[in-house]
Nanobody, 122 residues
Framework: VQLQASGGGLVQAGGSLRLSCAAS????????MGWFRQAPGKEREFVAT????????GYADSVKGRFTISRDNAKNTVYLQMNILKPEDTAVYYC????????????????WGQGTLVTVSS
């Protein structure tokens, strides 16, 4: 499975961006999908997830109410709508696909995209 993330860029604080992640697999619907991020000098952290079974979503507390994850199984794509962006959201964002739990753990994902850089200026 190959994952191609896109949509990153430079945005002012308070602005919005939508990230996309396209998967090269016909069984996309069988994977849990997640977004993680890694800021400079920090460890990778969980951002959001959407399950394969019923589309249940989960978010890190730091983005809850501002970010929305969604998936379109017909397009083999997962999205991350990011609103009210803050400078602390600056990071490389990675999408991931996997089949294990817990969904907030990076170890539950087997496939990772190349990352897309989001920079939020103050």
């Amino acid at each position: 499975v190959q994952l191609q993330a896109s949509g990153g860029g430079l945005v002012q604080a308070g602005g919005s961006l939508r990230l996309s992640c396209a998967a090269s697999t016909v069984i996309f619907s069988s994977y849990n999908m997640g977004w993680f991020r890694q800021a400079p000098g920090k460890e990778r952290e969980f951002v959001a997830t959407v399950s394969r079974n019923d589309g249940t979503t989960g978010y890190a507390d730091s983005v809850k109410g501002r970010f929305t994850i969604s998936r379109d199984n017909a397009k083999n794509t997962v999205y991350l709508q990011m609103n009210i962006l803050k400078p602390e959201d600056t990071a490389v964002y990675y999408c991931a696909a996997g089949g294990r739990w817990p969904l907030i753990s990076g170890r539950s994902y087997d496939y990772w995209g190349q990352g897309t850089l989001v920079t939020v200026s103050s």
